[in-house]
């Protein structure tokens, strides 16, 4: 079951990730022994699994959609990759259910991000291959969905309302990130 969901994932990415620039060795991930990558001063872990060049790196959104917005949208999104996850899309915190490139809080958003995507889904994918999509997210981690999804989490995300409805998802005191969406 798990083979078809990532499968389905990567077929339906395919396009996304054929275009994706490779990581260069200055950004490629340390792997320990275990077979993990571990961000001690954020307490994230990342899967060995999530090794595909365009699962890491901070670097211009794969998602161009109904919420992408660029300028600021753009550079608040790279801000919050690097900060959350220094770019890898694979991270899992280990002291929380955050997970993703943008640590999304499982426990909050794997069961409504999907239906907040599902809209844009059909429209991309048509109904059919987007009631797969929809229905693979569903059952997939957020941390092993492709960056083009998770790209487009975090834009569905911030913009959902109006233009950074939902950058106080990510505001952290102090972060240089919280300027770029016009918080404090």
Same mark, same amino acid.
């Given at each position: 079951?798990?083979?078809?969901?990532? $499968?389905?994932?990567?077929?339906?990415?395919?396009?996304?990730?054929q275009?994706?620039?490779?990581?260069s060795?200055a950004?490629?991930?340390?792997?320990?022994?275990?077979?993990?990558v571990?961000?001690?001063?954020?307490?994230?872990? $990342?899967?060995?699994?999530?090794?595909?060049?365009?699962?890491?790196?901070?670097?211009?959104?794969?998602?161009?959609?109904?919420?992408?917005?660029?300028?600021?949208?753009?550079?608040?999104?790279?801000?919050?990759?690097?900060?959350?996850?220094?770019?890898?899309?694979?991270?899992?915190n280990?002291?929380?259910?955050?997970?993703?490139?943008?640590?999304?809080?499982?426990?909050?958003?794997?069961?409504?991000?999907?239906?907040?995507?599902?809209?844009?889904?059909?429209?991309?994918?048509?109904?059919?291959?987007?009631?797969r999509?929809?229905?693979?997210?569903?059952? $997939?981690?957020?941390?092993r969905?492709?960056r083009?999804y998770?790209?487009?989490?975090?834009?569905?995300?911030?913009h959902?309302?109006?233009?950074?409805?939902?950058?106080?998802h990510?505001?952290?005191?102090?972060?240089r990130?919280n300027?770029?969406?016009?918080?404090?």
């Open positions: 079951m798990k083979r078809r969901i990532a $499968t389905a994932l990567m077929f339906v990415s395919a396009a996304a990730l275009h994706a620039p490779v990581a060795a950004t490629a991930p340390e792997t320990s022994s275990a077979g993990s571990s961000l001690p001063e954020r307490g994230v872990v $990342t899967e060995r699994g999530s090794r595909h060049p365009s699962m890491n790196g901070v670097r211009a959104s794969a998602y161009r959609g109904k919420y992408y917005r660029g300028g600021l949208g753009e550079q608040f999104r790279r801000c919050v990759l690097e900060r959350e996850s220094h770019g890898h899309y694979g991270s899992r280990s002291s929380s259910t955050a997970q993703g490139g943008y640590q999304f809080l499982a426990s909050q958003w794997q069961e409504s991000l999907p239906y907040m995507l599902r809209p844009e889904l059909l429209e991309i994918h048509g109904e059919r291959l987007g009631r999509v929809f229905r693979a997210l569903m059952e $997939t981690p957020i941390y969905w492709p083009f998770q790209d487009a989490a975090f834009f569905t995300v911030l959902y309302d109006y233009p950074f409805s939902g950058a106080s990510w505001s952290l005191a102090g972060s990130c300027q770029l969406a016009g918080m404090r």
